[in-house]
């Protein structure tokens, strides 16, 4: 469950910094800069229309961006899939990535296990998985692979962000997805523990949620400011 759960809160991190990115800038130039985040998400959604549809309706490139009002086409299951395989994606690239570069971030935080680490105070949490984060951030600034980790990374998230109607059906999914690994967990099956006692996938796990948070405070301080006077400039010729 703890895995599903992350998964949500990731969600909506990277829903706000994509809505972030498109109220702005062009989405053609956010696109464009980081386009090996939006080459995955492509590769994602294309891969899930492969498995589980015929991907007539799909949008692969998405060109209106995560702003953009489409609805996610095709029933439950494919809705499912052609959400989260992007996703997985990321989250899978990132971890590759990251290990193949020997970790360049620097960060060793691991992300809670709400099953066997039962209630956690969710700001002091918050607070010391981020300075972590920044801390090893601040330490390997200087190295030349850590600028194409970082790259990379923000790439990823940006160009992997869900829009609304991609956040409301990943939930749903994921509710269901979280559940059924409670269950499966329950029943002793392996191959669900086996997710939660590897070391590197969970590291490079925790990581990935780290960046995003990472990548949203960075958007946050300088894309506000840019929102801002781009709304204010909009009035001025509209007056």
């Not at 696109?31 to 590769?43: A, M, Q, S, T």
């Not at 918050?126 to 790259?151: D, K």
């Not at 999914?173 to 997710?195: N, P, R, S, T």
């Amino acid at each position: 469950m703890s895995l599903a759960l992350w998964l949500i809160i990731y969600m909506l991190v990277a829903f706000l910094i994509g809505r972030a990115f498109t109220g702005a800038l062009p989405w053609s130039t956010v696109r464009l800069f980081f386009y090996p985040g939006v080459v995955i998400d492509i590769l994602g959604r294309s891969l899930a229309c492969l498995f589980a549809g015929d991907g007539t309706e799909g949008d692969f490139s998405r060109d209106g961006g995560p702003g953009a009002l489409r609805s996610v086409p095709g029933g439950p299951l494919f809705k499912s899939f052609y959400v989260l395989a992007p996703l997985v994606a990321s989250i899978a690239v990132y971890i590759g990535w990251e290990w193949a570069l020997g970790y360049p971030s620097g960060f060793e935080g691991r992300l809670p296990r709400f099953e066997t680490e039962g209630k956690i105070k969710l700001s002091d949490f918050a607070y010391e998985f981020m300075s972590g984060y920044v801390g090893g951030v601040q330490r390997q600034i200087g190295q030349p692979r850590f600028w194409g980790y970082i790259y990379v990374s923000f790439a990823l998230v940006i160009g992997c962000a869900p829009s609304l109607d991609d956040l409301k059906a990943g939930v749903v999914a994921l509710l269901f997805v979280g559940v059924g690994l409670q269950i499966a967990g329950g029943m002793g099956i392996q191959q669900v523990v086996d997710i939660y006692d590897n070391a590197v996938f969970w590291r490079g796990f925790s990581s990935f949620i780290a960046c995003s948070l990472f990548v949203l405070a960075v958007s946050g301080t300088v894309l506000l400011p840019v929102r801002f006077l781009r709304s204010k400039a909009d009035r001025e010729l509209s007056t």
